[in-house]
């Protein structure tokens, strides 16, 4: 069920951007004109490309992408420092099995969003077919990035320019993934897939590696940093009891490895998302994130016994073992706001009966939150609302009304951070 390309497209495109403290001006039809920023959130469009739409619902537009010969696009795998620039993958020969067995060949691209202009990066020494953006430093010229190697037996970390001239291993030959950079820029958190999922982090040398957690017949992932780097959260699923892995427990652990807690029971958080219609199929790993004052996770919550439109065939191969079965789904899910030092939850989205309310995107300045919500054998629809659940509005349904997911981040050319939540819909509390 765990899909590489869709925890790199979950780690990168979720965030909303706020606000404008500068107005600069761009040349327009030989005319100044000035840029006026509104929140805009980005998502993922089912029929392929990267998608924009203003807050309140209004101007949804699409990237315009040359075709060349790559048949898809994701984007937003990274902003840059000045905000005008972010990190977009292409991918040549793009399917599940050529992702899963390594032969999928994909691009790094550098998208100005006023200009419209591409620059492929990594033209130099690229050191494998599969490449993908994890992070982009403060300095705008650095990244990390997953490396597959041999065939996909391996995905490797390393730093690297964004010429892809200097290329340092951070890793041993393992697959790591899920990686996450905290905010001082001083270490980094991932998953190994091939120790079992564990979650570990690692200084900026690749040295001093902590073992965070890990346990027979658990899968762990998704690790990220709380705002003061001094937690991380990561979902805990029982492949003993969870084989197909769609659902999973929070938790949360000290990044050098000396505390660990679960902090929910029965495998209530969805993990393994699958849904949509007969023929269009979606769906991704749906992990957590933090407030920004690091109080609260999202929570997806599961209702007890709930399953969704999905039949698990192990038998049909790695990644294609979900299979449609409407008939399968009973019960929902909604999104929680979870407090995981007191076990205190406050709900978001309400209860409906076959409606699948999941991967919650909170904004920088706590003020509001989008997310997926889908029905039995229904399309990804983006909805958004306060942080308290009220003020639901419909968003959008994606190009051609086929779905749309992965909401949140947003690439306004400048922007304000509000590094608190509205203190009269959630009650904030210390916390060491």
Not at 13 to 22: C, E, Q, R
Not at 52 to 81: C, H, M, V
Not at 114 to 122: C, K, N, P
Not at 170 to 177: A, D, K, M, N, V
Request: charged share 20%; aromatic share 10%; hydrophobic share 30%.
């Amino acid at each position: 069920m765990i899909n590489p390309i869709s925890i790199v497209t979950y780690i990168l495109i979720i965030i909303l951007l706020t606000g404008s403290h500068s107005t600069p001006e761009l040349k327009q039809n030989s005319k100044q004109v000035k840029w006026i920023s509104k929140r805009v959130i980005t998502f993922t469009p089912i029929a392929g490309g990267v998608g924009f739409i203003n807050e309140d619902g209004t101007s949804e537009r699409y990237l315009q992408l040359p075709e060349k010969k790559d048949r898809r696009w994701s984007g937003l795998d990274a902003i840059f420092p000045d905000k005008r620039n972010c990190i977009l993958t292409s991918y040549e020969n793009y399917s599940i099995t050529a992702n899963v067995t390594g032969k999928m060949y994909n691009r790094l691209w550098k998208y100005n969003l006023s200009a419209g202009e591409l620059t492929e990066l990594i033209t130099n020494g690229r050191p494998a077919d599969q490449i993908f953006c994890a992070a982009l430093l403060s300095d705008g010229k650095h990244m990390l990035c997953s490396v597959s190697a041999e065939n996909h037996k391996f995905q490797l970390l390393y730093l690297t320019d964004l010429d892809g001239k200097e290329w340092k291993l951070l890793s041993g030959q393992e697959f790591i993934y899920g990686i996450q950079l905290n905010h001082h820029s001083t270490r980094i958190a991932f998953h190994i897939a091939s120790e079992g999922y564990t979650i570990n982090s690692t200084d900026m040398e690749g040295k001093d590696r902590k073992h965070v957690t890990g346990k027979e017949g658990h899968l762990f992932f998704g690790p990220e940093w709380s705002p003061d780097d001094k937690w991380l959260a990561y979902l805990d699923c029982d492949t003993r009891k969870e084989p197909s892995h769609h659902y999973a427990d929070l938790c949360i652990g000290r990044p050098d490895g000396s505390e660990h807690r679960v902090v929910t029971n029965g495998q209530s958080q969805y993990f393994g998302t699958a849904y949509g219609t007969k023929d269009h199929r979606c769906g991704g790993s749906n992990t957590t994130s933090w407030s920004p004052d690091g109080i609260y996770l999202v929570y997806s919550k599961l209702s007890p016994g709930a399953h969704h439109d999905a039949a698990y065939k192990p038998e049909l191969g790695n990644h294609l073992e979900n299979t449609f079965s409407p008939e399968s789904a009973k019960g929902g899910c909604v999104i929680e706001w979870l407090d995981p030092f007191s076990g205190h939850e406050i709900p978001v989205t309400h209860y409906l009966d076959g409606k699948w309310d999941f991967r919650g995107v909170v904004s920088p300045d706590g003020k509001k939150l989008t997310y997926t919500s889908a029905k039995v054998a229904g399309r990804g629809e983006i909805f958004i609302c306060n942080i308290d659940g009220t003020g639901n509005m419909f968003l959008t349904a994606g190009k051609d009304g086929l779905g749309a997911d992965f909401p949140g981040g947003s690439m306004l050319l400048y922007w304000k951070i509000v590094s608190w939540l509205n203190k009269k819909s959630l009650p904030t509390k210390g916390r060491q």
